[in-house]
Nanobody, 118 residues
Framework: QVQLVESGGGLVQPGGSLRLSCAAS????????MGWYRQAPGKQRELVTT???????NYADSVKGRFTISRDNAKNTVYLQMNSLKPEDTAVYYC????????????WGQGTQVTVHS
């Protein structure tokens, strides 16, 4: 079994910053691409950003220049530094990872709420 445990969400004012973390644990042999998705009320889940095991990154246009994804491969952990937050960034943020146990499978975290409100 594999668990993705997220932390770091909360309430922040517009223009503020938050840092999310997500750690993969359990029967992990290796972790390939990791990423963050978000889902706002009444909307579909959308890609925010991904990072490969080699460090290549991909960002949604809406967060480019404001969000930064990074990872610590030794800890099987991915981070999301969110700066210059806007009310439209309000959503539940989900961690996602491709994890090799016996086969390569896709896993999701439980989600963490980010609210940007003055």
């Amino acid at each position: 079994q594999v668990q993705l445990v997220e932390s770091g969400g909360g309430l922040v004012q517009p223009g503020g910053s938050l840092r999310l973390s997500c750690a993969a644990s359990g029967s992990v042999r290796s972790v390939r691409t990791m990423g963050w998705y978000r889902q706002a009320p009444g909307k579909q889940r959308e890609l925010v950003t991904t990072i490969t095991s080699g460090g290549s990154t991909n960002y949604a246009d809406s967060v480019k220049g404001r969000f930064t994804i990074s990872r610590d491969n030794a800890k099987n952990t991915v981070y999301l530094q969110m700066n210059s937050l806007k009310p439209e960034d309000t959503a539940v943020y989900y961690c996602n990872a491709e994890v090799l146990v016996i086969t390569l499978d896709n896993y999701w975290g439980q989600g963490t709420q980010v609210t940007v409100h003055s």
